[in-house]
């Protein structure tokens, strides 16, 4: 027994650290566990309304510490560290469960804790790695000889004591001596063999039973608020094994936030760049949202409103009344829909504001290297898998440091389906107030999270902003929490009712070009939305062909860029809008309806959804000009795709209402036409709500930690293009990094050839004969990546 036990592997050139000892590692773990729990566990107690139970939660992560990693005992996990086969009968947590449970002598050591706690304990230590039971296509029994777990090594026996005194437990008396496990038989004179299907099925019914009989809300948010805070004790001990930087980092987790003068300051900073006369005069709008004293929010105001004004506005004023509590300042998250309107939204009102906000970016000062160092490989992880693990960490730190982050609502739903990197940082979103806009963009799976996450943190500060919303999402909202929502409209403003929009249904395309003539003509620009990326990529063709030599700039801008010639290309296009240089004609897809803060003087759209039309109208006649209204003429798609068509019925239905007022329609107009056709729709909330609640394994999962799909299935995939792969390792020799795929990667539609392509870093690699690319950058002129069939 010379060999140490390792919790993680080491290089065999120099000696074993103690933080790769299991002893070392359980001690570090436990340590996360009780600052955490000290430091950030009171503020998510209060918010997820389990106030009291500061000493459960400090006493289950204590536990967690020193215990969820015995498995790691056996012989088979210490094999893989050097070397040998990976696979294992079980995966360690399992089998460190098994021991909490039924091993006569180590489970006499819970029996202070109590029924509930043991049960919390034994979730959080088959939970920590989001892999019991084993996900789909694998199993929590493998076909793999006999396990013996060495618990009378002298390293095991030094962990116990040290647990012991520190837990304040008395240390076991008996013996403790080896013991084997075997898949499932037991040959006659081996009883003393564990039969690992009969104590994982013991197991298992025991945990059922007890999530049966104790299935109240509250249980069921003590238990996912332990796996969380205990699957970041557990990283927060691998990768910060220095206790002063582990202190530092937790420490500074509870400390940082906004305060009210960082969102005066961003406001004041906003005002100034767009010439508005400082100190800034809010409309009544924004006072109220702001003087909003309920917990869940939702504002509805059009396009160009002063909603994200609004937001920070509300952010200040939660920031003094935290402080008025004598709670650490909060946490500030700011969650857009996609990428590109996270980016935005950073760049519009953070980037330039004396606040330390992030995307990406904070002043953490880690000493990254070390930490990836200190992040080995698990077992059943590949060398792929290790390395997003292990950028995923990194990143979960940066943001423990930043008062502010601007997002994509994935970073804070992301708990509700195990996300590893969101939970991660669930400890900070849990100490912090959040802003969801846009939530009508959320498709249904993705709303039924958020549904799940206002049940479940009732106490949380949340507001919900949209420009239109269905009554059926606005009542399922209202039934969220116990305590009312204030519901905030701009709709009785002035700016609400004016008149901007002309609304035509296409029968003559002649008249629809001359219309586009006459708009550009007299200098002005036009927005034209299509549903599918290959109509953009033909529409832009034929107006390009038809008006490039007249002046006229024409570009066209969906997903299918690089992610890098995307960004620029965003930025352009807006500037084109502003900068009075000349008209413009923007072919556009659905990213239109919300990362595109412009104004169009003439609108052409496929017919959609109401929401998305609702959204594309917010790009026309924006600032609503004293002028007049615009026009918008809306075309019949070829097909629904992607939408369902009883989407598209009810819009015909809406479009109807709307034509028979015969005058020009306000943003007004066409909310309140949404809400009476809505309002008939048959609902079934019940259904819903049962379906919110299974959809979120991190609150429905209870004693299972399975991981699941924050969005609903899309149709597209990120690849790399094989040319810009080999120009990259030409000239640089090696393969690229993480930050040069995510700059070069590009969304295609997806079919099944896909599969079978070579990768990097995860992202597969399309031939050249595969993928067409179109751009340029110094024009910005393109229509982006497509098949070559």
Not at 455 to 465: A, F, K, S, W
Request: charged share 25%.
């Amino acid at each position: 027994m010379n060999q140490r036990i390792l919790a993680k592997g080491v290089s065999k050139e120099r000696p074993v650290p103690a933080y790769a000892t299991m002893a070392g590692h359980a001690a570090n773990v436990a340590d996360a566990g009780d600052k955490l729990a000290r430091w950030l566990g009171r503020g998510a107690l209060q918010h997820l309304g389990l106030v009291g139970r500061e000493s459960d939660l400090r006493t289950v992560l204590r536990w967690f510490g020193w215990t969820h990693d015995w498995g790691k005992a056996g012989n088979q996990y210490q094999q893989m560290l050097h070397g040998g086969n990976p696979l294992q009968l079980m995966r360690h947590e399992v089998v460190s469960a098994l021991m909490l449970c039924h091993h006569p002598v180590l489970c006499r050591l819970t029996e202070t804790l109590g029924e509930e706690l043991v049960n919390v304990l034994l979730c959080t230590v088959l939970g920590h790695h989001r892999k019991f039971p084993a996900p789909f296509g694998s199993h929590d029994i493998r076909e793999r000889e006999e396990l013996i777990v060495n618990i009378n090594h002298p390293d095991f026996g030094d962990l116990l004591s040290t647990m012991c005194r520190e837990l304040g437990v008395s240390e076991p008396s008996d013996r403790l001596e080896s013991f084997t496990i075997i898949k499932s038989y037991v040959a006659q004179g081996q009883t003393e063999f564990w039969r690992a299907d009969d104590k994982l099925r013991r197991l298992k019914d025991g945990l059922i039973d007890w999530s049966e009989e104790s299935n109240s809300d509250e249980q069921i948010r003590f238990t996912a608020l332990c796996k969380a805070f205990a699957i970041t004790a557990d990283v927060a001990g691998s990768a910060l094994p220095e206790p002063d930087k582990r202190t530092h980092s937790i420490r500074s987790a509870s400390e940082t936030g906004i305060t009210s003068d960082d969102m005066k300051e961003l406001i004041e900073r906003w005002a100034k760049n767009r010439e508005i006369p400082t100190p800034f005069r809010p409309r009544e709008f924004q006072r109220r949202v702001a003087e909003s004293e309920f917990r869940l929010t939702l504002v509805e105001a059009g396009c160009g409103s002063g909603k994200s004004v609004a937001a920070y506005m509300w952010a200040q004023r939660w920031a003094e009344r935290f402080k008025a509590d004598g709670l650490s300042p909060p946490h500030f998250f700011f969650c857009m829909p996609t990428m590109g309107t996270a980016t935005e939204q950073f760049r519009d009102y953070a980037m330039e504001a004396d606040v330390d906000a992030v995307l990406e970016h904070s002043k953490a000062g880690l000493d990254l290297d070390s930490m990836r160092e200190a992040l080995t490989l698990e077992e059943d992880e590949s060398i792929k898998e290790q390395f997003f693990r292990q950028q995923e960490t990194i990143d979960a730190f940066r943001l423990w440091t930043a008062p502010m982050t601007v997002c994509t609502a994935d970073t804070v739903l992301g708990s509700m389906v195990n996300a590893r990197k969101s939970l991660y940082h669930f400890p900070v979103v849990a100490n912090g107030i959040i802003v969801f806009d846009e939530i009508h963009a959320m498709d249904n799976r993705m709303f039924r999270h958020l549904l799940a996450f206002l049940r479940y943190l009732p106490n949380l500060p949340v507001l919900l902003m949209t420009a239109s919303l269905s009554e059926r999402r606005k009542k399922m909202l209202m039934e969220a929490r116990r305590e009312p929502m204030s519901v905030i409209s701009d709709r009785e403003s002035r700016q609400a009712e004016v008149p901007r929009y002309l609304l035509h249904r296409i029968e003559d395309t002649a008249a629809l070009n001359e219309s586009i003539a006459q708009t550009v003509r007299a200098g002005g620009n036009v927005l034209w939305v299509c549903n599918q990326v290959e109509r953009a990529g033909e529409t832009y063709s034929c107006m390009h062909k038809r008006f490039e030599q007249e002046g006229v700039r024409v570009f066209v801008y969906h997903s299918r860029f690089r992610y890098g010639d995307r960004s620029k290309l965003h930025r352009r296009v807006v500037d084109s809008f502003k900068d009075g240089k000349g008209p413009v004609i923007l072919i556009a897809t659905q990213v239109a309806e919300m990362s595109l803060d412009l104004s169009a003087d003439l609108l052409v759209t496929d017919l959609a959804p109401i929401p998305a039309l609702i959204q594309r109208l917010g790009r026309l006649n924006r600032h609503a000009l004293p002028d007049g209204p615009k026009p918008a003429y809306i075309m019949e798609p070829d097909g629904s795709l992607p939408y369902e068509p009883k989407e598209l019925e009810l819009t015909e239905e809406w479009m109807a209402a709307l034509q028979a007022e015969g005058r020009p329609l306000s943003q007004l107009d066409l909310a309140q036409y949404f809400e009476r056709l809505d309002s008939g729709a048959e609902q079934n909330p019940r259904k819903e709500w049962r379906e919110a609640f299974n959809d979120a394994v991190f609150f429905s999962g209870i004693w299972e930690t399975p991981v699941s799909p924050l969005r609903e299935s899309g149709q597209t995939v990120s690849i790399i293009l094989d040319n810009d792969l080999k120009s990259f390792q030409a000239e640089h020799g090696e393969g690229p990094g993480s930050d040069w795929v995510g700059k070069y990667e590009v969304p295609i539609l997806l079919k099944n050839e896909v599969f079978g392509w070579k990768r990097i870093a995860g992202r597969p690699v399309a031939p050249a004969d595969r993928i067409k690319y179109d751009y340029d950058e110094l024009t910005g002129r393109g229509i982006g990546a497509k098949w070559v069939d």
